[in-house]
């Protein structure tokens, strides 16, 4: 399961060449939490593995489930639904943990599953600064259009930041 | 960098590697060690008859041991390199104060990390920088008090154990008990009543916050980098100690691990949570009666352990960080883990010992850089990942009531 989409991610379904350097800033994973599809850039993903063995760990909040040990390193997992405020979820042979490296520091998602690999040209980002708190740097990047479809677009900076991300009643699944 | 002392002799065969492919070759035996443990460990060999294999595997970790050892070894290299420079340090001082200081060093030979040796000579600049400026008195005051003219900084390094531990002691005037006292109270640290022990005074020197730029003219400079010194000491899992005698010089010591690479520890068991400790911060691992256990309802709710007529203090660790780690109405750990800690001992309850094994450290980076009391991750031999735990962080923060910030 895990190897293959870790697959499918590298082989692209479209078929588009993928690491050209001049548009892979515009290059989105997207997976599902719920019924909501949501994206992160596909800077900084190193690999897409299935759910492993998580060991606990104290003196992190609750959306930090724990550590895996991946070929030695050791991964921090955040269900992204807790910190999200939305409800816990089992996991399943669906859910997958997106393993990327922000500022640095490696960091598991552990999402409901991943779809796709996509190109969203900046043309089809919806910017808005009101999703979040005035205050600090907004969770949501932008809204993704994609055909009839949206995927909800996440900086992954204060993703995995202390800051509170806890979505508008309305969006949280 | 050169990783061996420069012989312009023949040089016995010594080569220059550069530290990163020895860095490498580290990075290398930890996963070789790693590997190791799983293949023997896998559960597919659950309830097969080995004979052979068992004593291959012994053979094979016995060698692995001994390339880890090896290994660490190849980065280990005499302390004077740092000495040296901090004795050209001390001349430029000389020169600088107008006072004669004549600086001893003992057990230059001693080995240690080279990555530590790297990181050391900063912080014991500091220290000692702040010996020759305002420890040491000028020479008209020196002859005043019936010492000699020229004072005296002796460095020192031994290894005791797996430490290495290193001094700077220098015949000056020593730490003002009444000055540092009275600035500890003024920060906070002390009650105004309170009358700490000379030990635990002199450590807010290195404690953040405690010296900032217009204290150290009025509290003989010994301020200036000790915020420095303090955090490479963290770094280094390391720690100080300060003793001083007024009129008779101060010595600040420095513990610190010989090798940053593996560590010698044994693995807890509390709950579904392991962690590790290092082995040399254990005194006693005990199997408590009830009547040893003794709860004490006024303040926190804390609880001691009565050990030969002595009581220690029990330091919960699903307490101290907040996070159940048992079910609720667990029966009483079965074991109590007893750690020497500078703070005095700590009990710590556990449910079992698990092991003891050379673990592979990993730094606390990311959304885990903020886990209290504790040093990295530790990998396990089956693969497993424990916390290692910071005891001198831990008894010092569960005896300031401890728990939730």
Partial sequence: MAQETAEATRSRPDGLPLGEADNIEHMYLTFALGSEEYGVTIVGVTEIVGMQRIMPVPDVPAYIKGVINLRGKVIPLMDVRLRFGMPERAYDERTVVIVMDVGDAPIGLIVDGVSEVLEIPPGQVDRHTQFGRATTRPVIAGIGRIGDRVAVLLDTSVLVSDSDVSLPADMAA | ?405
């Fill in chain 2, 1 to 405: 960098m050169s990783t061996a002392p420069d012989n312009s002799a023949a040089d016995g065969g010594l080569m220059r590697v550069s530290s990163d492919k020895i860095s490498r070759l580290m990075d290398l035996v930890g996963e070789l060690s790693l590997s190791v443990s799983e293949t023997v460990q896998s559960s597919d060999l659950a309830g097969l008859q080995l004979t052979n294999f068992d004593a291959a595997v012994h053979r094979l970790n016995m060698i692995v041991r001994e390339v880890q050892d090896a290994a660490t070894e190849l980065r280990l290299v005499p302390v004077d390199d740092v000495f040296r420079r901090l004795r050209r340090m001390v001349r430029e001082l000389e020169r600088q104060t107008g006072k004669q200081i004549e600086m001893d060093i003992e057990g230059g030979d001693t080995a240690i990390d080279k990555l530590v040796a790297d990181r050391l000579y900063d912080p014991l600049l500091h220290v000692v920088r702040n010996s020759a400026d305002h420890g040491l008195e000028g020479p008209e005051e020196r002859v005043a008090n019936g010492k000699p003219a020229q004072g005296r900084i002796v460095l020192s390094a031994a290894q005791v154990g797996s430490e290495v531990r290193i001094t700077v002691a220098d015949d000056g005037r020593g730490l003002s008990r009444e000055k540092i006292l009275k600035k500890a109270r003024e920060k906070g640290f002390f009650g105004l009543d309170e009358e700490p022990e000379p030990a635990a005074l002199w450590k807010v020197i290195f404690e953040p916050g405690f010296s900032t730029a217009e204290v150290v003219s009025n509290l003989s400079g010994r301020g200036v980098g000790m915020d420095v010194l303090n955090a490479t000491m963290q770094a280094l899992r390391g720690r100080i100690g300060v003793d001083s005698t007024a009129g008779q010089g101060t010595r600040v010591a420095l513990h610190i691990p010989v090798s940053l690479a593996f560590l010698d520890c044994i693995i807890l068991r509390l709950g579904h949570q392991l962690f590790a400790v290092p082995i040399d911060v254990i005194s006693e691992i005990a199997k408590p009666a009830p009547e040893e256990r003794m709860a004490i309802s006024a303040g926190t709710g804390s609880e001691m352990f009565r050990l030969r007529g002595a009581f220690i203090p029990i330091c919960r660790l699903d307490d101290f960080y907040g996070t159940p780690m048992r079910p609720a109405g667990s029966p009483p750990e079965p074991v109590l883990v007893v750690f020497n800690t500078a703070s005095g001992p700590i009990a710590v309850p556990v449910d079992e010992i698990l092991d003891r094994q050379q673990v592979v450290m990993k730094p606390l980076v990311g959304r885990l850089a903020h886990v209290r009391a504790s040093w990295g991750c530790a990998l396990l031999g089956t693969g497993e990942v424990a916390l290692v735990l910071d005891c001198e962080r831990l008894a010092a923060g569960s005896a300031n009531g401890g728990g939730l910030q």
